[in-house]
T-cell receptor
Framework: NAGVTQTPKFRILKIGQSMTLQCTQDMNHNYMYWYRQDPGMGLKLIYY???????DKGEVPNGYNVSRSTTEDFPLRLELAAPSQTSVYFC????????????FGEGSRLTVL | AQKITQTQPGMFVQEKEAVTLDCTYD???????LFWYKQPSSGEMIFLIY??????QNATEGRYSLNFQKARKSANLVISASQLGDSAMYFC?????????FGTGTRLTIIP
């Protein structure tokens, strides 16, 4: 029972580099989310998707892009990394929008130097 | 826009005592859901409890209960008989449609 799988778990980037955080879920969930958590803070929504082919912005989408070509996968792309993007990134999924427990991945710690 | 407020940045509680973590929310919608998540020092997010806005009874899950006061827009988490393993960050969250909004969290430390 894999649940939500994120890769990589740790990554160090140089300013201006790009990378993709991978997220896969095997629970056939329609809803998927990307959050970021800065040190000592709560989670802020970056992007979310309510199904394959449908994505929308959250609170803090600038500097990120997403795609949802399949139900299982929801990659997060960082273009031109900046030190302000140093954070822990969580992918999550749920079957239904209201009332459904959110299942989280283990997180990806990204440092931009 | 929906908003979640957790006013206690940190709490220290003696082991075996009960503890209440505060959470207030702001929404004009009638249908919404409220969650509590625990984040230990290892970093993972652990689901604790859920309350729907139309649920008449307070949700309970083992030692966790949610004190839901709809008129006051509060959804406090009560942990009975606290244990050392309860030391963690605790986040209140609300979902109105497809988005889940989190509060800033409360760091709970259980003292032996």
């Amino acid at each position: 029972n894999a649940g939500v799988t994120q890769t990589p778990k740790f990554r160090i980037l140089k300013i201006g580099q790009s990378m993709t955080l991978q997220c896969t879920q095997d629970m056939n969930h329609n809803y998927m989310y990307w959050y970021r958590q800065d040190p000592g803070m709560g989670l802020k929504l970056i992007y979310y998707s309510v199904g394959a082919g449908i994505t929308d912005k959250g609170e803090v989408p600038n500097g990120y892009n997403v795609s949802r070509s399949t139900t299982e996968d929801f990659p997060l792309r960082l273009e031109l990394a900046a030190p302000s993007q140093t954070s822990v990134y969580f992918c999550a999924s749920t079957l239904s929008g209201v009332g459904g427990e959110l299942f989280f991945g283990e997180g990806s710690r990204l440092t931009v130097l | 826009a929906q908003k979640i407020t957790q006013t206690q940045p940190g709490m220290f509680v003696q082991e075996k005592e009960a503890v209440t973590l505060d959470c207030t929310y702001d929404t004009s919608d009638q249908s919404y859901g409220l969650f509590w998540y625990k984040q230990p020092s290892s970093g993972e997010m652990i689901f604790l409890i859920y309350q729907g806005s139309y649920d008449e009874q307070n949700a309970t899950e083992g030692r966790y209960s949610l004190n839901f006061q709809k008129a006051r827009k509060s959804a406090n988490l009560v942990i009975s008989a606290s244990q050392l393993g309860d030391s963690a960050m605790y986040f209140c969250a609300m979902t109105r449609t497809e988005k889940l909004t989190f509060g800033t969290g409360t760091r709970l430390t259980i003292i032996p």
